[in-house]
């Protein structure tokens, strides 16, 4: 079993990295099962927070916007994490998504990682569910705020533990690291042809988006022209 690790979790405005954005960031630094330091962290991802996300985590829009730029945060966190291997529940989902931020930012972001939800589903089959809420019951662990980033880490830390002291003798090789494989899409930011035909669109069509546009990729630009041009149609000249 590993003795030092980041435990981490990360809330998103969606299941796919290639488009959707990370909204928070937490995590933990861990030795020898005790936490040294915690890191937490709101990103202003630029555009409005969906309302079912809201609904599942609490994270409003004003709470967005009082979030930091992804750049600052994920040159903290990756110092942050430094060499150090990765813990989460379902974490192939979390490092995907840090992954293809990172190097939005031109930064590395390659880790071994332990997974708690691939733990739990070899050696708790019987259970009907291995959500991280569903385990936490199971357990007797209550994280404060369920689906806010730093306390599904921290009850991650502890789910971990809680597994290692009834199976570590039964299924030590459970434990072991594994090797993160993610190819990243590459991104391109929005072109200026782009930048001036949204602008001409959301004018035309009377459009308030709270967006920053310098935020938006090519391929997001792309999907907005089209959205709006499908609703409102084309500008009439």
């Not at 709101?42 to 916007?65: A, Q, S, Y």
């Not at 930091?68 to 979390?94: Q, S, T």
């Not at 071994?112 to 733990?119: G, N, Q, R, Y």
């Amino acid at each position: 079993m590993i003795d030092e690790y980041i435990v981490l979790d990360v809330e998103t405005t969606g299941l796919h990295p290639e488009k959707d954005k990370i909204l928070e960031i937490g995590a933990a630094k861990v030795q020898g099962q005790k936490v040294c330091v915690t890191y937490q962290a709101l990103i202003d991802t630029g555009f409005p927070v969906p309302e079912r996300i809201t609904e599942l985590t609490g994270i409003t829009d004003m709470m967005r916007k009082s979030g930091r730029a992804l750049k600052e945060v994920m040159e903290e966190f990756v110092v942050f994490c430094g060499e150090l291997p990765i813990v989460g529940h379902n974490v192939p989902f979390d490092y995907r998504f840090l992954k293809q931020s990172a190097a939005a930012c031109g930064l590395p972001f390659e880790k071994e990682m332990l997974d708690t939800l691939k733990i739990a589903r070899k050696v708790l089959p019987e259970l009907p569910s291995r959500g991280l809420e569903a385990l936490c019951a199971y357990y007797g662990i209550h994280p404060q705020r369920a689906h806010r980033a730093l306390d599904d880490a921290l009850a991650t830390h502890e789910l971990l533990w809680k597994m290692w002291n009834m199976f570590s003798i039964k299924a030590p090789e459970e434990f072991g690291l594994s090797k993160l494989n993610y190819t990243i899409k590459k991104q391109s930011p929005i072109t200026k042809s782009q930048k001036g035909y949204l602008n001409d669109l959301m004018k035309y069509h009377k459009i308030e988006m709270n967006i920053r546009m310098e935020d938006l990729t090519k391929s997001e630009a792309s999907r907005m022209i089209d959205h709006i041009i499908l609703q409102y149609g084309k500008i009439l000249r």
